[in-house]
């Protein structure tokens, strides 16, 4: 069976410091890895996704993660967070017809 | 924007009652995925259709039921419903390809009162 863990429920960071969001999956075969954002009363835009090949993706708004099987993890990184990137985080893990997803974790930026 | 609209936005309803959630997917899109948000469970996926065809389900209750109808959109169907159905509930679609992105729609919000 699939699954994700999100360790960090909240998370709070400084305007224009550094963040990283954990990820860990269990998952049988050569997983396909996603990071959705969720900002408030809104739906899920994807970030970044990783299918094969290069293990650090680049995504938008500045985003970008790293695939590591030897920890099954996948972490999403931004070098420096604006106030717009308050929200609440999902990792998901995928097969051919399903998106498990994380317990997502909570961004918050103090100015 | 991904493409994916839903409505309504919100519903407000009592127990007992049935609703109807509606999805239409991104243009060229055959595949469509229904999950439910919950503040206890979280993002559980309910059930996904391609072409018209039930294709897999998750953690949907009987009392739930959907389909793709031929122009491809999707309805949600949820009967009896409970306090606990109180959710947003997403649609999602993606392409004929095997592994390919869900792009989600905004949601709708149902409250049962």
């Known amino acids: 069976a699939q699954s994700v863990t999100q360790p960090d429920i909240h998370i709070t960071v400084s305007e224009g410091a550094s963040l990283e969001l954990r990820c860990n999956y269990s998952y049988g075969a050569t997983p396909y890895l996603f990071w959705y954002v969720q900002s408030p009363g809104q739906g899920l835009q994807l970030l970044l996704k990783y299918f094969s090949g290069d293990t650090l993706v680049q995504g938008i708004k500045g985003f970008e993660a790293e695939f590591k099987r030897s920890q099954s993890s996948f972490n999403l990184r931004k070098p420096s967070v604006h106030w717009s990137d308050a929200a609440e985080y999902f990792c998901?893990?995928?097969?051919?017809?399903?998106?498990?997803f994380g317990a997502g974790t909570t961004v918050t930026v103090r100015a | 924007d991904s493409g994916v609209t839903q409505t309504p936005k919100h519903l407000i309803t009592a127990t007992g009652q049935r609703v109807t959630l509606r999805c239409s997917p991104r243009?060229?899109?055959?595949?469509v995925y229904w999950y439910q948000q919950s503040l206890d469970q979280g993002l559980q996926f309910l059930i996904q259709y391609y072409n018209g065809e039930e294709r897999a389900k998750g953690n949907i209750l009987e009392r739930f039921s959907a389909q793709q109808f031929p122009d491809l959109h999707s309805e949600l169907n949820l009967s009896s419903l409970e306090l606990g159905d109180s959710a947003l509930y997403f649609c999602?679609?993606?392409?004929?390809?095997?592994?390919?992105?869900?792009?989600f729609g905004p949601g709708t919000r149902l409250l049962v009162l």
């Open positions: 243009s060229g899109d055959l595949s």
């Open positions: 999602a679609s993606s392409g004929t390809g095997a592994r390919e992105t869900q792009y």
């Open positions: 998901a893990v995928g097969n051919d017809y399903k998106l498990s």
